[in-house]
């Protein structure tokens, strides 16, 4: 029996979309028991604190548990390495971050791919560096660091938490886009005791995440000289975008979250979703201010952009400075 065209389409519309039922049934269900977000760093610190705001909103919308699970160690490798070993169907999620980006060119013997085996979900917010030098230092400006530095070639030293971190190769950017020769002096231990040497003048530059340094800036302990980014920090408003001054000087920590890369599309839409509305939640967006930073809210398709042109943007400054992981 041959149909009418019009029913033989609407009977194979029919059947092209019977694959997709289950899945946006699944989707629809999904989380049905608690999600663990795996976070690459100890319990604390701001990726840490950070995933915990994000996975509480997301169980206040969803109903279910979002536990944190703390995974340090390896450049944040480790967390990343479970998460891609972990089942594709959205109960283990990754916080991902710059530190992520910059491992995979630092790390050359790595048995999965940040790009490849993770897939982008959601960002969730960015917190730029900000350039900062011993006030002993006698310069006011981007612009008069740069000419005594060139006066003055290997005398200045810039401090940072730990060799191929972000305190690390934000310097490196500086001194490729500048043509500068400033010493790198590499502290163990975090961020503190490079910070102590700077505030003695033992060190004279450093660049940080803003909340670990606005406070010394607001009591004039440090002179801040710009904020890494393309445009004003409102926790700084007064310090002018690195950018403005030096084209190409951008430089921020950033967070987000992602999956093992065959997770349904179902759910990662699901979870763009109500990340992104977490994100817009008032309350939550008190806590994010605190960081001094801003929302970073995206669908997954420009997360993965983003996250790839961060891979590829410190993967140029890591071989050009013949950075190799401690």
Known sequence: MKLPRRQFLHLAAGVAALPAVPRLA?????????????VGFGVGGTP??????????????????????????AGSNM???AVVRAAADGYTLLLVTSTNALSATLYDNLDFSLLRDIAPVASIYRVPVVLVVHPAVPVNTVSELIAYAKANPGKLNFA???????????????????GTDMVHIPYRG?????????LSGRVQVMFDTIPALVGHIKTGSLRALAVASAAPSEALPN????????????????YGIGAPSKVSSEIVERLNREINSTLHDPRLKGRFADFGGSLLVAWPIEFGKF????????GKVIRAANIKAE
Do not use: C
Not at 307 to 313: H, L
């Open 26 to 38: 699944r989707a629809q269900a999904y989380p049905s028991r608690p999600v663990r977000i795996v």
């Open 48 to 73: 840490d604190i950070i995933a915990r705001v994000i996975g509480q909103g997301l169980a206040e919308r969803l109903g279910q548990s979002f536990v944190i699970e703390n995974r340090p160690g």
């Open 79 to 81: 967390g990343i390495q």
């Open 160 to 178: 940072s938490s730990g060799t191929g971190n972000l305190t690390h190769v934000s310097g490196e950017l500086f001194k490729m886009l500048t």
């Open 190 to 198: 975090g961020t503190a005791p490079a910070q102590t040497d700077l």
């Open 239 to 254: 310090v002018p975008p690195g950018s403005e001054i030096v084209a190409g000087f951008e430089a921020s920590g950033w």
């Open 307 to 314: 996250i790839a042109d961060e891979v590829e943007k410190w």
